[in-house]
């Protein structure tokens, strides 16, 4: 598949800038929490976890699941796949999303985890898309909300491609 130009969205210095302010905040929300678990999911949420943790300034263990419900698609197939199974009774979890849309993939497995009694489960979202929401979600943190457009770089892709762009786009 040949590439296709992107259209920039969020400049990656604009990224960089709100994920050190969500960093911030998560740190003066769970102050006192002995040790936070990250889980990211994979495989669109790397670079947004990766840069996250380095501005949480509280100790992390860190993990990721995988969740699918793309594909090679531009729309959700309607069918959420997760794999990775982790300890997580008793631990305060922050579950770290690229992206909600429908809201399908993160009610799934925020219902998941919650069957397994962690201490509290919090969302982060780097980018939220409203317009498009099917399935009701509390985001507890929000770095972007964007439009109804399919989003590409730092770290979401289509059909494996674009996930390295330092910047978020839309394409054409």
Same mark, same amino acid.
Not at 147 to 152: A, D, E, H, L, S
């Given at each position: 598949m040949e590439k296709t130009e992107v259209i920039e969205l969020l400049s990656a210095e604009k990224i960089q800038q709100r994920v050190?302010?969500?960093?911030?905040?998560?740190?003066?929300?769970?102050?006192?929490?002995?040790?936070l678990?990250?889980?990211?999911?994979? /495989?669109?949420? =790397?670079? =947004?976890?990766?840069?996250?943790?380095r501005s949480i300034q509280i100790p992390c263990h860190i993990e990721f699941i995988r969740a699918?419900?793309?594909g090679h698609s531009m729309q959700s197939?309607?069918?959420?796949?997760?794999?990775?199974?982790?300890?997580?009774?008793?631990?305060?979890?922050?579950?770290?999303?690229?992206?909600?849309?429908?809201?399908?993939t993160i009610r799934r497995i925020a219902e998941n985890f919650r069957k397994r009694n962690p201490a509290s489960?919090?969302?982060?979202?780097?980018?939220? /898309?409203p317009s498009t929401r099917k399935y009701p979600v509390t985001i507890d943190y929000s770095g972007f909300s964007v439009?109804?457009? =399919?989003?590409?770089g730092y770290g979401i892709d289509?059909?494996?491609?674009?996930r390295e762009l330092p910047f978020i786009g839309t394409l054409p």
């Open positions: 050190s302010e969500i960093g911030r905040q998560i740190t003066a929300d769970l102050a006192g929490t002995e040790q678990l990250v889980v990211g999911v994979l /495989k669109g949420a =790397f670079m =947004f976890t990766a840069d996250l943790v699918s419900s793309y197939s309607g069918n959420v796949a997760l794999s990775g199974e982790l300890d997580i009774e008793n631990h305060d979890v922050l579950l770290v999303e690229d992206i909600i849309d429908t809201g399908l489960l919090r969302i982060c979202t780097l980018l939220d /898309k439009p109804n457009r =399919f989003i590409v289509y059909a494996e491609q674009y």
